[in-house]
């Protein structure tokens, strides 16, 4: 909920990509095509989905899943 403030140390969602930097952000180009980026933090090939929310998922009752972004064609 929009109204969810964590206590320190609690609700840490990253436990995988660059721990040593102080935010992980990325930036992605694309002119055309199609690109799944990750929303669960656990993948191999981040800041794209390779597919691991799918255990993740089945293993712990999760709902996650990724971002596609698509270039709409003119
Ligand atoms: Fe994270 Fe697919 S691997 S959303």
Not at 12 to 23: A, C, F, G, M, T
Not at 52 to 66: E, F, I, L, R, S
Request: hydrophobic share 35%; charged share 25%.
């Amino acid at each position: 909920a929009a109204d969810y403030v964590p206590k320190e140390g609690e609700g840490k969602i990253n436990l995988l990509i660059d721990l040593e930097s102080p935010k992980v952000a990325n930036m992605e180009e694309m002119s055309s095509g199609k690109k799944v980026f990750c929303r669960c933090w656990l993948s191999g090939t981040f800041p794209l989905c390779d597919g691991t929310h799918v255990k993740h998922n089945a293993a712990c009752g999760d709902n996650v899943g990724p971002l596609i972004v698509t270039v709409k064609s003119e």
